[in-house]
């Protein structure tokens, strides 16, 4: 019950040895000179000054035979079709919801573009329109994957699948775009008891695994029944890991999430939050994600 | 205050954890976040004080300076608080924005230290009805995540534990004139005793329960919370309620039972620490805003 006070102190350097690296990564802030060879092409994060290729962004430069771009570690999240999202509606309009996605637009979700409760396939009318509220309200949150993207960068998102649709009871974590690694799922059921949304935009959601598939289409019902405590316990340990990885810069993907997982048994659940036991678990899940690709 | 927007089932969620004392990062319904402290920091003020809680990061600078007593206290020095909340904190801080959260604690931190106990204002004084020693006590919001009284009254007993006001004397001449000296030696300095300044604990109530150290989320659940201002001893300085919910009397009741013991728990570890730091003295790295 004491208070945990302790003295600032300095932020330390991650060993270099721990990181597996063939060659040595390009990294740049911005002002940085990328290289004064003017045969090659600017991508985004650089511009040209006097001849010499500069940075805007700091990140690590990325080389595709003739193009040279900058990819920031802190960004704005910059959607591609197919990427799932994790959003939040702040706004309710005509005919389509606006959605937060950490990204420099907020995302549009058409009522054209979601389930209608039934799984009915039909033409949306105007009583669909007025009866929007009832779906999805202002502060709801939603999984979705993104359809399209429009001509000034918003993304244009749909929910026309099962595992889409509003979020029930859980954990909303909010990490930097650039950590979430892409793979071929980011639905999770993770083998420590919850499960996992890895939003390509950066918002991580943790639930409790659904007890049975729910046969309601489109996901609109969500229940208020209270989860397990064991459940919790679960869940307040994977976000408190997740938080851990993306202090220390890790990408997130299920397998990191469930080695530091498996490193935070060691810790009680609250201890997890102290920095130097987050760094002692980030510590060994790097090792063995190095094992591992070793 | 910055709020943030959730969903009924977010809100749901949390209500229940509260109700099993495992909240949504694993604490109980009394535990803090790990707080930083470090003293020092600004170096053209009397004592300044930088703390950490969470992401809450506050700056208090003290500045001791010559002014004339009260009228209606002529034997004691004066403490003027003003908290600035800068536009880093939110957006919405920006302009006048933060004027009204502002003067809110502004006008909370008079009333915690308005009484005789808290700080023994008579070692202020330099001449009765003439000179006294003013604290201006300027707080800094510079990132706001929840539970700012706390971080703010922790960090004013941190910067009012490192101040140091130059000590100076009353010299009368034959012809009556009278002279304020101040010593040469420029570390000959007065400390204020700080072992009854008070820390504020605030309790917000979710559903049944309550809880000490809310995030932004759980403060977006509950609708209404109690501040109580804790000494050391357990003497209680100040309670106040805020927000637009009711609370009936055997809640209060149960709150202030519970502020009173986790703000006495609150003080040792705190005088612990701002001891360790002075002990390190001039081998100290200095951290600040760049570590």
Not at chain 1, 181 to 194: Q, Y
Not at chain 2, 225 to 254: H, M, N, Q, Y
Request: a negative charge; one cysteine or more.
């Amino acid at each position: 019950m004491a208070a945990d006070m302790r003295l600032a102190a300095a932020r330390k350097r991650a060993p270099g040895s721990l990181v597996s690296q063939d060659e040595s990564k390009h990294l740049v802030a911005p002002g940085d000179v990328i290289t004064t060879d003017t045969g090659f092409m600017r991508g985004h994060g650089t511009y040209t000054e006097d001849e010499k290729l500069m940075a805007s962004v700091a990140g690590e430069v990325e080389r595709v035979n003739k193009l040279i771009c900058v990819r920031p570690l802190k960004t704005r999240f910059n959607g591609e079709v197919g990427d799932v999202v994790v959003g939040r509606i702040t706004e309710v309009q005509q005919k389509r919801w606006k959605v937060e996605t950490n990204s420099r637009l907020d995302s549009v979700l058409l009522l054209s573009s979601v389930n209608l409760p039934g799984g009915e396939l039909r033409r949306r009318s105007s009583e669909d329109e007025l009866a929007m509220r009832d779906y999805l309200q202002e502060g709801d949150l939603i999984s979705a994957e993104v359809q399209s993207v429009f001509a000034d960068g918003a993304l244009s998102l749909h929910t026309c699948s099962l595992k889409y649709g509003k979020l029930g009871q859980g954990v909303l974590v909010q990490v930097s775009p650039s950590l979430v690694k892409r793979r071929k799922t980011h639905f999770h059921n993770l083998l420590c008891g919850a499960s996992i949304i890895l939003g390509n935009n950066g918002y991580v959601w943790i639930y409790p695994t659904p007890a049975q598939q729910d046969e309601e289409a489109g996901g609109f019902f969500t229940s208020t029944e209270p989860v397990p405590l064991c459940d919790r316990e679960v869940i307040s340990r994977l976000q408190n890991c997740i938080l851990a990885l993306s202090a220390h810069k890790v990408l997130l993907y299920d397998t990191s999430v469930l080695y530091c997982y498996e490193s935070s048994l060691a810790h009680q659940i609250k201890d997890t939050l102290k920095p130097e036991v987050m760094e002692e678990i980030v510590m060994e899940t790097r090792q063995r994600l190095v094992e591992q690709e070793g | 205050m910055a709020a943030v927007q959730m969903s009924e089932a977010e809100k749901v969620y949390i209500m229940h954890g509260v109700q099993d004392d495992l909240r949504v990062d694993g604490r109980g319904c009394d535990d803090y976040r790990h707080m930083e402290i470090e003293t020092d920091v600004v170096s053209n003020t009397s004592g300044s004080a930088r703390v950490k809680l969470g992401l809450t990061d506050i700056l208090v600078g003290v500045k001791a300076e010559m002014g004339r007593p009260k009228l209606e206290k002529p034997f004691e020095g004066c403490l003027e608080f003003f908290v600035d909340c800068s536009a880093n904190a939110t957006p919405e801080f920006e302009g006048r924005g933060g004027e009204d959260l502002g003067t809110e604690i502004a006008n909370t931190l008079y009333r915690v230290f308005d009484n005789g106990c808290s700080i023994d204002l008579k070692t202020l004084c330099i001449c009765p009805m003439e000179h006294c020693w003013t604290l201006y006590v300027d707080v800094l919001l510079l990132q706001c995540d929840g539970n700012l009284f706390d971080a703010i009254s922790v960090a004013i007993k941190a910067a009012l534990f490192n101040t140091r006001i130059p000590k100076v004397q009353m010299i009368e001449d034959e012809e009556g004139t009278k002279e304020i000296e101040l010593s040469d030696d420029p570390y000959d300095c007065m400390r204020l005793d700080v072992e009854n300044v008070p820390c504020i604990v605030t309790l917000c109530k979710i559903g049944h329960r309550h809880v000490v150290d809310a995030t932004l989320q759980e403060k977006a659940c509950s609708m209404a919370s109690l501040l109580v201002a804790v000494t050391k001893k357990g003497t209680i300085t100040c309670v106040r309620k805020v927000g637009g919910g009711s609370l009936d009397p055997e809640s209060v009741f149960e709150m202030i039972e519970t502020g009173k013991r986790v703000g006495k728990a609150l003080h040792t570890p705190l005088q612990e620490i701002l001891r360790k730091e002075e002990s390190l003295g001039k081998k100290r790295r200095k951290v600040g805003f760049l570590g």
